[in-house]
């Protein structure tokens, strides 16, 4: 009960000094002017001070004069607190026109009014006079990003400018088309866009900064991740190509196009060869394995053309008939001098030996 009384009065003094324009330190002047498309998205960063790190911070509306506190997560709306960065960012998904106005990063003071801090007035248009292609972007420590605005034609006289939200320092485009910052390039195409080139990044230029032309401002976050020898080299390459695109008077986005291709081609192509390499190492094997199957198989029909058949009998072969008598002769043994014939039955299909006329023949079976 006592919680939810602290809370009405803490509303109710909320509305109070909205009211009657105390204590905020508003001043009816929006310290950024934002446009923004139709069933968009946007991500504001509000910085506060390190001495309110511990207390509780809030978006604010003047619009439903109701305040969404850090660390809440709603489905069009969430407001995110970074202690260790001294800012919390706010997140408003599908925008709608009616949600045009004034919204305000605040901080809850015990026994004190609340504290305005960093207010943003929202600008929701179908088409918008300022805009980012994209709203975040990453870098490398070494290399370079690049960050492309447009602006409607009605700003085409307004002076361009890429500051940064941590100490509002801002960057301006000069008639050479080159900041004074030796990092930091920018170009105006002079009818609807500029370009701004952040080269040789540190990590500490990490953080939020925003397009400007006239009084419209987008915010952008910059991430600068640490970097490899090989990616060093690499962001210098692609540095190098930018320059030389810009100098040959090439569009830039025809560069980035063939960063991007290169970067995809690299690998697909190590892909082919892996897999080319691998086709070849089965195809190999394949064929080794093949041979020496056909080389085992020639071994056996060779084997088995050189042993003979057995028991094989073609109708066709000559037949030689002999008659065996295993009676005792009458006539007493022959002369040892006497020429001798001895046959051997075999199991061969021919047996073109004829006994010798008037001779006598023996014949023996040999045994198998």
Known sequence: MVTCRKSAIFYTLICFFRIFGAGWGYTGTADHSLSLKT??????????????????????SDIDNWP??????????????????????????????????TYHCAVEIDGQ????????YLNIKPVPD??????????????????QCFYSSGYKNELKQWCRYKDKRCYTVEKTDTSQNASVQISDDGSKSFSVVMTGLTESDSGWYWCSVGDKHVPV???????????ATLSENAIGTTRNVENNNIPTGIAERENKTLSVWLPTSAAVLLLMALICVFIWRWRKTFNKEESKNQMI???????????????KDSVVYSTINDDKPDTPSPDPNTEMTYST??????CKEQSPAGGTVYSAIAPH
């Not at 009014?113 to 943003?120: N, R, T, V």
């Not at 300022?130 to 960050?147: A, D, W």
């Not at 029909?301 to 109708?315: L, Q």
């Open 130 to 147: 300022l805009s980012v292609v994209n709203s975040s972007v990453t870098g490398q420590e070494g290399g370079n990003i690049r960050v």
């Open 301 to 315: 029909v060779r084997n088995s053309a050189m042993t003979p058949e057995t028991g094989s009998f073609n109708p």
């Open 39 to 60: 069933e968009g998205s946007v991500t504001v960063p509000c910085h506060y001070d390190r001495k309110y790190t511990q207390q509780r911070k809030f978006w604010y």
């Open 221 to 231: 976050q910059l991430t600068v991740t640490a970097a490899t020898s090989t990616t």
């Open 113 to 120: 009014p609340a504290k305005d801090f960093l207010s943003y």
């Open 345 to 350: 039955i075999t199991d061969l299909p021919e």
């Open 68 to 101: 969404t506190f850090t660390n809440t997560t709603m489905r069009n709306l969430s407001v995110i607190d970074f202690p260790d960065q001294s800012l919390f960012t706010v997140t408003m998904r599908e925008l709608k026109g009616k949600q045009s106005g």
